[in-house]
């Protein structure tokens, strides 16, 4: 007999639904401007394209500047390009 424990964080979530993981676009990061818009459709290319034009913007705010890039804005480019390349695996 199988039983679930009290407190399980995913005790209510399908078999589906953790496969998949976070399957969402990410949030505005610290090291982007505020201005930036977030793709929230569903197409993946256009969720790829997004990702790759918010690298590019952080990476040309760095260029136009001759600054090396600071921490927040390392991190953000790394989340990102990490999400990228999980969205392009899932493309055939």
């Given at each position: 007999m199988a039983f679930?424990?009290?407190?399980?964080?995913?005790?209510?979530?399908?078999?589906?639904k953790?496969?998949?993981?976070?399957?969402?676009?990410?949030?505005?990061?610290?090291?982007?401007?505020?201005?930036?818009?977030?793709?929230e459709g569903g197409r993946l290319s256009e969720r790829i394209n997004d990702l790759e034009i918010r690298i590019e913007n952080i990476n040309?705010?760095?260029s136009n500047y001759d600054r090396p890039l600071t921490a927040k804005e390392k991190n953000a480019v790394q989340l990102l390009k990490g999400k990228l390349a999980d969205l392009k695996s899932r493309r055939k």
């Open positions: 679930k424990m009290k407190g399980f964080p995913m005790q209510n979530q399908s078999a589906m953790m496969k998949k993981g976070n399957d969402k676009q990410p949030p505005t990061q610290p090291g982007e401007s505020p201005d930036v818009e977030v793709y040309e705010k760095y």
